[in-house]
């Protein structure tokens, strides 16, 4: 069984700290606990029919929330986990536990079964992604599943599929991984050997990759002995040795920059350019730095060439060269209620932008002094005013009104912002006749609009003013983990 190794350390670190504690037995995790557990009274053929309603309901629940409840041997896993947050660290004054040697070997114990939890995850986002699991759930490959449903950034979701790839490559890594010995952190530095077409090039040069001395068993024994801390300068070696040269220069590739917003909005980006491409941006930069420079200014070069982007993407939004996005010129579009907007106190999280983020109301209305303002009234129901034109394309009109209320791709799990979205018609213009409104319009982006006249659909929930989103067997797609406790019952 998966984990056993896993849950055989978990035991033995509670043994070791509540070895004078009763004997605690942990059942499966239950996810759907008390589910016909009060019948009433009466007949047996009216116990019997309740049953079989309660059990029908049940099911029902069960194949609403399938790719929520966990398999039994995760559940057992979780079971063990949060009996282990049940152990006492402190005594009854507060003070912590005089046992220095158990609480180190509490916590490493802990940092081996997280280790040994990251390599089995990597190992199933492998194993999910070769089978096309997300398509289930409308999603291409596994890592916008795991930054749309389980919250993960990019970054670590990229890292996890990555680490999947390599846990596959090299079966010694895995081993290690698998029992807690090695942390996502040197898999990740292995991961740079790990791919394909670099093992590939090792064994045609006669490497062995495999055997007791081979590449992999090399890269475990670096990272698991005393000097675990060499293990980057042994995976530079090997890179060496594979390819002493390097790849074929491209400057092109070279090109990268990743956003970042912030959570009070704003955000950072950092990334890199091939030798011309820096010289241009870096020569528009310093011309605009240049023309903002004032008598005693206190800037440093830092904050001057930050001044200067945001004054040439002013430049450049008010010119006439911008690609249209969305088949309206590009613009910065903020959404935000009247109330606030004329609030003078200082409102945090009062408007969205058209990127997802959220600003204040004194930020919205520095936007507002010279922007035109779109008047979209909102009905009880939390849906716009039919304020359409009867016309198979949405109008720009419509459009500004769904963006309002979306905020972006409606499909569950997908955090597409407004500009790469379509507007789609809920009810069809054609087969059934549906109007170009308001309310028959819902932002979808390329995948999810394509996936949704393929078998997914989504409906609006007027009582919690939200799309919902539905598998082609008819089973809503839900995000997040399951709302029942993980503490099973007794």
């Given at each position: 069984m998966?984990?056993?190794?896993?849950?055989?350390?978990?035991?033995?670190?509670v043994?070791?700290?509540?070895?004078?504690?009763?004997?605690?037995?942990?059942?499966?995790?239950?996810?759907?606990?008390?589910?016909?557990?009060?019948?009433?009274?009466?007949?047996?053929?009216?116990?019997a029919?309740?049953?079989?309603?309660?059990?029908?309901?049940?099911?029902?629940?069960?194949?609403r929330?399938?790719?929520?409840?966990?398999?039994?041997?995760?559940?057992?896993?979780?079971?063990?986990l949060?009996?282990?947050?049940?152990?006492?660290?402190?005594?009854?004054?507060?003070?912590?536990v005089?046992?220095?040697a158990?609480?180190?070997?509490?916590?490493?114990?802990?940092?081996?079964?997280?280790?040994?939890?990251?390599?089995?995850?990597?190992?199933?986002?492998?194993?999910?992604?070769?089978?096309?699991?997300?398509?289930?759930?409308?999603?291409?490959?596994?890592?916008?599943?795991?930054?749309?449903?389980?919250?993960?950034?990019?970054?670590?979701?990229?890292?996890?599929?990555?680490?999947?790839?390599?846990l596959?490559?090299?079966?010694?890594?895995?081993?290690?991984?698998?029992?807690?010995?090695?942390?996502?952190?040197?898999?990740?530095?292995?991961?740079?050997?790990?791919?394909?077409?670099?093992?590939?090039?090792?064994?045609?040069?006669?490497a062995?990759?495999?055997?007791?001395?081979?590449?992999?068993?090399?890269?475990?024994?670096?990272?698991?002995?005393?000097?675990?801390?060499?293990?980057?300068?042994?995976?530079?070696?090997?890179l060496?040795?594979?390819?002493?040269?390097?790849?074929?220069?491209?400057p092109?590739?070279?090109?990268?920059?990743?956003?970042?917003?912030?959570?009070?909005?704003?955000?950072?980006?950092?990334?890199?350019?091939?030798?011309?491409?820096?010289?241009?941006?870096?020569?528009?930069?310093?011309?605009?730095?240049?023309?903002?420079?004032?008598?005693?200014d206190?800037?440093?070069?830092?904050?001057?060439?930050?001044?200067?982007?945001?004054?040439?993407?002013?430049?450049?939004?008010?010119?006439?060269?911008?690609?249209?996005?969305?088949k309206?010129?590009?613009?910065?579009a903020?959404?935000?209620?009247?109330?606030?907007?004329?609030?003078?106190?200082?409102?945090?999280?009062?408007?969205?932008?058209?990127?997802?983020?959220?600003?204040?109301?004194?930020?919205?209305?520095?936007?507002?002094?010279?922007?035109?303002?779109?008047?979209?009234?909102?009905?009880?129901?939390?849906?716009?005013?039919?304020?359409?034109?009867?016309?198979?394309?949405?109008?720009?009109?419509?459009?500004?009104?769904?963006?309002?209320?979306?905020?972006g791709?409606?499909?569950?799990?997908?955090?597409?912002?407004?500009?790469?979205?379509?507007?789609?018609?809920?009810?069809?213009?054609?087969?059934?006749?549906?109007?170009?409104?308001?309310?028959?319009?819902?932002?979808?982006?390329e995948?999810?609009?394509?996936?949704?006249?393929?078998?997914?659909?989504?409906?609006?929930?007027?009582?919690?003013?939200?799309?919902?989103?539905?598998?082609?067997?008819?089973?809503?797609?839900?995000?997040?983990?399951?709302?029942?406790?993980?503490?099973?019952?007794?």
């Amino acid at each position: 069984m998966v984990f056993e190794h896993l849950i055989e350390q978990a035991g033995g670190v509670v043994d070791m700290l509540v070895e004078d504690a009763p004997t605690v037995v942990v059942p499966l995790f239950d996810p759907f606990p008390d589910a016909g557990m009060f019948g009433p009274g009466g007949s047996a053929e009216q116990e019997a029919t309740h049953s079989r309603a309660a059990r029908e309901a049940t099911d029902r629940e069960a194949a609403r929330q399938r790719s929520l409840v966990p398999p039994p041997d995760v559940a057992m896993v979780l079971s063990l986990l949060t009996r282990c947050a049940e152990v006492p660290l402190r005594t009854a004054s507060g003070a912590p536990v005089s046992d220095s040697a158990g609480q180190l070997a509490r916590v490493r114990a802990l940092v081996q079964a997280q280790n040994a939890l990251a390599a089995e995850l990597a190992r199933t986002v492998r194993s999910a992604e070769e089978a096309g699991a997300a398509q289930f759930d409308g999603h291409k490959a596994m890592t916008p599943w795991l930054k749309g449903h389980l919250h993960f950034s990019g970054a670590e979701a990229a890292h996890i599929v990555k680490a999947g790839k390599t846990l596959e490559a090299l079966p010694g890594w895995a081993e290690a991984a698998r029992t807690g010995r090695v942390t996502p952190e040197q898999t990740a530095v292995v991961a740079k050997t790990a791919t394909p077409a670099r093992l590939a090039r090792a064994e045609e040069l006669g490497a062995d990759l495999h055997g007791d001395d081979g590449i992999d068993a090399t890269l475990v024994a670096s990272a698991t002995g005393e000097h675990a801390e060499d293990l980057p300068f042994v995976v530079r070696r090997v890179l060496e040795w594979i390819d002493p040269d390097g790849p074929e220069p491209d400057p092109t590739k070279q090109r990268e920059v990743h956003l970042s917003p912030s959570p009070g909005g704003g955000g950072s980006f950092h990334g890199r350019l091939d030798a011309v491409a820096y010289e241009r941006f870096a020569t528009v930069l310093t011309a605009f730095q240049q023309a903002g420079r004032v008598a005693d200014d206190d800037r440093t070069h830092a904050q001057q060439m930050g001044d200067a982007l945001a004054q040439a993407s002013d430049v450049l939004l008010a010119s006439e060269g911008v690609p249209m996005l969305r088949k309206h010129r590009a613009q910065v579009a903020a959404t935000i209620s009247a109330e606030d907007l004329l609030d003078h106190e200082v409102v945090a999280d009062a408007a969205r932008l058209g990127s997802g983020q959220t600003v204040s109301n004194e930020v919205a209305r520095q936007l507002a002094c010279d922007s035109i303002i779109t008047r979209v009234l909102f009905g009880p129901d939390g849906t716009p005013l039919n304020i359409g034109r009867a016309q198979r394309l949405v109008p720009a009109h419509i459009r500004k009104a769904a963006e309002a209320r979306d905020g972006g791709c409606v499909f569950a799990g997908c955090a597409t912002p407004t500009w790469w979205c379509d507007a789609h018609h809920v009810r069809e213009w054609v087969a059934d006749h549906g109007e170009t409104s308001v309310e028959n319009t819902a932002l979808l982006c390329e995948r999810h609009h394509t996936q949704v006249h393929h078998g997914f659909s989504i409906t609006w929930n007027p009582v919690e003013h939200r799309w919902r989103t539905c598998r082609p067997d008819g089973s809503e797609i839900l995000v997040g983990y399951p709302l029942e406790p993980l503490v099973p019952r007794d």
